[in-house]
Nanobody, 117 residues
Framework: QVQLVESGGGLVQPGGSLRLSCAASGSIFRLNTMGWYRQAPGKQRELVAAIISSGSTNYADSVKGRFTISRDNAKNTVYLQMNSLKPEDTAVYYC???????????WGQGTQVTVSS
């Protein structure tokens, strides 16, 4: 079993910044993909950004140039630095880990990000 604990959400004004963190614990193998998804009211959950063990990253077009995903493998933690936030970034953000060896996938509980003046 793997547990994911997220932190860092909140209310921010348009143009502001937030940093999300997600710490993983449990049976985590070295080779995995960690990522952030988001779900706005009435919309499907969508990928925001993902990063594999080697550090390669992938971003949704809507956040390229504004968001940066990073990870600390020693701490089994993934971060999402969100800059130049827009009202349309408002959503519940979920941390995700996909473990290659076991093909298991786990989700965090979600953290609310609200961008509003």
């Amino acid at each position: 079993q793997v547990q994911l604990v997220e932190s860092g959400g909140g209310l921010v004004q348009p143009g502001g910044s937030l940093r999300l963190s997600c710490a993983a614990s449990g049976s985590i193998f070295r080779l995995n993909t960690m990522g952030w998804y988001r779900q706005a009211p009435g919309k499907q959950r969508e990928l925001v950004a993902a990063i594999i063990s080697s550090g390669s990253t992938n971003y949704a077009d809507s956040v390229k140039g504004r968001f940066t995903i990073s990870r600390d493998n020693a701490k089994n933690t993934v971060y999402l630095q969100m800059n130049s936030l827009k009202p349309e970034d408002t959503a519940v953000y979920y941390c995700n880990i996909n473990i290659w060896v076991t093909a298991e996938e786990y989700w965090g509980q979600g953290t609310q990000v609200t961008v509003s003046s």
